[in-house]
DNA sequence: ATGGGGGCCTGCCGGC
DNA sequence: TGCCGGCAGGCCCCCA
């Protein structure tokens, strides 16, 4: 599910409840979610401080005082939800248990945050903070659309040459971290580019182009909490808004927006994912 | 090296 | 009301 600004939005949602502070326990109700959880996972995360909480890509990174880092991804259908009041301020109930809450960190704060996941694409693991870029997970990553080391240069080099449709071209985490099905297919309406056109037959300035639209794409939907269609909420239980905003995702069969275009989104299922385009503008 | 497809899981929705 | 097929935001791995 979570693309890059689905889970920007969480890291923001959580860090009033777990950046500067201490996991009291860590409770883990199963040995793994898409792979095994790391030995003595539980063990290694009580009384850690979280000192820091990062995003890389689709992935969070709590940086702990043991000096190791927690990585969490949420896979298609992952949740962060806080309970619970970190300041203390107020009489506050934890909501019970629910099927998948899958690991629950209980801060010394008296927040709780739990991670629910029914799909189990999601993912933990704690590696030496040193290490982390190393990690494997992390290691093969394309740079982040929203950092410094994204641009017209990087993108235009990427694609030169490829023969794969340019839809898959930015969905390839090597290529730039972080978009997926949903911001790939907005990127490429607001670009005009087809999402079937081979990656290397799109002309120099037209690659270029994409990146400020990839950065403004993303920036408005962080800026809206991120896209809710089945799963996505925020660490605090509020939906994201910005599937209101979509242009043509899910929108086959409906209006075009584009001024003066009287086609409808077509969509068309590419190495078994869907792809929502214009076809009339979209080429 | 590159590109395409399968598979991992559960839940939900529409059709019969 | 119930069953079944299809579909879902990700990503690793295998094969050609």
Not at 205 to 212: C, D, Q
Not at 213 to 231: K, N, P
Not at 257 to 279: D, H
């Amino acid at each position: 599910m979570p693309e890059l600004p689905e889970v920007e939005t969480v890291r923001r949602g959580l860090i009033p409840a777990m950046e500067g502070a201490v996991i009291a326990h860590a409770q883990v109700n199963r040995p793994d979610l898409r792979w095994p959880f790391p030995e003595r996972m539980a063990e290694r995360l009580t009384g850690a401080r979280v000192e820091r909480l990062r995003r890389r890509s689709k992935y969070i990174l709590a940086d702990l005082s043991s000096g190791e880092t927690l990585l969490i991804h949420l896979g298609m259908s992952g949740r962060m939800l806080i309970s619970g009041d970190p300041l203390g301020q107020f009489v506050h109930q934890h909501p019970a248990a629910q099927k998948h809450d899958h690991v629950v960190f209980h801060m010394e704060n008296g927040a709780r945050v739990t991670f629910n996941d029914p799909r189990r694409f999601g993912a933990m693991d704690l590696m030496v903070t040193d290490d982390a870029p190393a990690h494997k997970l992390l290691a093969a990553l394309g740079p982040e659309p929203l950092g410094n080391d994204f641009h017209e240069a990087i993108l235009v080099a990427a694609f030169k040459g490829r023969n794969t449709p340019a839809k898959s071209a930015l969905l390839d985490q090597r290529i730039v971290a972080g978009l997926g099905n949903i911001y790939v297919c907005e990127t490429l309406f607001r670009a005009g580019i087809s999402p079937k056109r081979k990656a290397g037959r799109i002309a120099a300035p037209r690659v270029a182009a994409m990146v400020p639209i990839i950065r403004t794409v993303l920036e408005e939907a962080i800026e809206a909490g991120g896209s809710s269609l089945r799963d996505f909420r925020q660490a605090d239980g509020e939906l994201g808004y910005f599937q209101h905003s979509f242009d043509v995702y899910g929108r086959e069969g409906q209006p075009c927006r584009s001024e003066g275009c009287t086609a409808t989104i077509a969509r068309v299922v590419q190495s078994g994912r869907s792809s929502f385009y214009c076809p009339n503008c979209q080429r």
